[in-house]
C-alpha cells in the first residue's frame, strides 16, 4: 500500500480528548436554559431496574423487570448485587442491576427488588 492511500491519524491522549468534549458540549449549551441535576431526575429514572439473575439456566438468560423501592433508589446503581423474588415471594435468588428505566413494557404490576446484597458496583 502506498503512502497517499494511509490516512493520517492524529494521535489524541485520553486527557485531550476529555477536554475536546467539554469544549463541544459548552458551545453547545442553549443560553438561558437550567442545567438539570442527577437529584432532580434520579426517581424518575430509577422507577424500573433491569436485573440480569446470576444462574446458569438458560430460561434465565434475559433481563427481568423488578420496581425499585423508594428507600433503595437513591443509593442503587449499575452493577449492584440485588437480592429478588423469583416466582413467589418467599423464593429469592441473586443478580445484577444493568440499567434502569422509567417504565417497564410488561403488562402486570412488578416485584420488587428486596435488597442490595453488595454496596460496591
Do not use: C
Amino acid at each position: 500500500m502506498s503512502e497517499a492511500t494511509v490516512p493520517h491519524i492524529r494521535a489524541v491522549s485520553d486527557a485531550q480528548a476529555v477536554s475536546d468534549v467539554q469544549a463541544v458540549s459548552d458551545e453547545q449549551a442553549v443560553p438561558g436554559a437550567q442545567a438539570v441535576s442527577d437529584a432532580e431526575t434520579a426517581p424518575h429514572a430509577k422507577a424500573v431496574a433491569q436485573v440480569l439473575l446470576d444462574s446458569a439456566l438458560p430460561q434465565r438468560d434475559h433481563l427481568f423487570d423488578y420496581a425499585v423501592p423508594e428507600a433503595l433508589a437513591s443509593e442503587m446503581q449499575v452493577g449492584h448485587r440485588v437480592r429478588v423474588p423469583f416466582r413467589s415471594q418467599n423464593r429469592h435468588t441473586h443478580g445484577y442491576v444493568i440499567s434502569f428505566t422509567e417504565r417497564s413494557e410488561i403488562a402486570v404490576e412488578l416485584q420488587q427488588i428486596t435488597e442490595i446484597v453488595d454496596a460496591v458496583p
